[in-house]
């Protein structure tokens, strides 16, 4: 199984686990294909991808991305996706295609931190296994732990405002990910610097070996994620 196709995510696993009780009838999320283009080929899709309860108590059903796209981004290799445990996936598919090695740097930029502990750990790196586990036990939440003790990760450094755009670690590392959350964005992070944000951002694609982005509809509105990536300014 891989993201050729798109699905439904059902039962109580994965990001569907969230308020699952409070969603009706056998609650369910649509996730995306993936397919091959530019920035200008994103586009929303008109199905729920998340859905949970907000500060307030307020049930939000959110809209993500028709498809999830692989592209290149200032010439690295990039994948973009709506709900950020997705990525778990395309970095073993990068590692077994020989684009990253064991023990990558991750640069995390994004208001979370996303290091929450899931329920088990990775089973197997076998492309299938990933697929499983990065659907029915990750999260957007919890994706970045379980890819550190398999190895894949040996460095994670965490970016989640601005006085993190000091940081040094990473900067000269050539097996890198880097890692951002559109959320990183969002209205409630207008005290960040975007000018700040978009040179951190690239002076580490000059050096990044894979790009992985979440649109996080939860977090974000769509229009604004999509816009906010655009105005970055990383395509070709």
Request: negative net charge; charged residues 25%; proline residues 4%.
């Amino acid at each position: 199984m891989n993201y050729d196709s798109a699905f439904y995510l059902e039962g109580r696993r994965g990001n569907n686990a969230f308020s699952y009780d409070k969603r009706g009838d056998n609650p369910k999320l649509f996730v995306s294909a993936v397919k091959e283009g530019t920035l200008n080929d994103l586009s929303l899709e008109g199905e729920v991808v998340f859905e949970d309860e907000d500060e307030h108590g307020v049930l939000q059903s959110c809209k993500g991305l028709e498809f999830f796209l692989k592209t290149k981004l200032a010439g690295v290799p990039a994948v973009i996706v709506d709900n950020h445990n997705h990525v778990f996936y395309f970095w073993y598919e990068a590692l077994q295609q020989g684009i990253l090695k064991p023990g990558a740097t991750l640069i995390h930029v994004d208001q979370h931190k996303d290091m929450r502990v899931p329920e088990s750990p990775l089973p197997s790196r076998d492309l299938e296994a990933v697929f499983k586990y990065a659907n029915e036990v990750l999260n957007v939440g919890n994706y970045i732990v379980p890819a550190h003790d398999d190895g894949l990760l040996s460095k994670i450094v965490l970016i989640t405002g601005e006085s993190d755009f000091e940081k040094q670690e990473g900067k000269e590392d050539d097996n890198k990910i880097l890692n951002i959350d559109l959320d990183f964005f969002a209205p409630e992070m207008d005290y960040v610097s975007f000018e700040k944000a978009k040179h951190f951002i690239h002076e580490h694609v000059k050096n990044a070996t894979l790009i992985t982005i979440a649109t996080s509809p939860f977090f974000i509105g769509q229009e604004l994620a999509i816009q906010r990536l655009k105005d970055l300014k990383l395509a070709n």
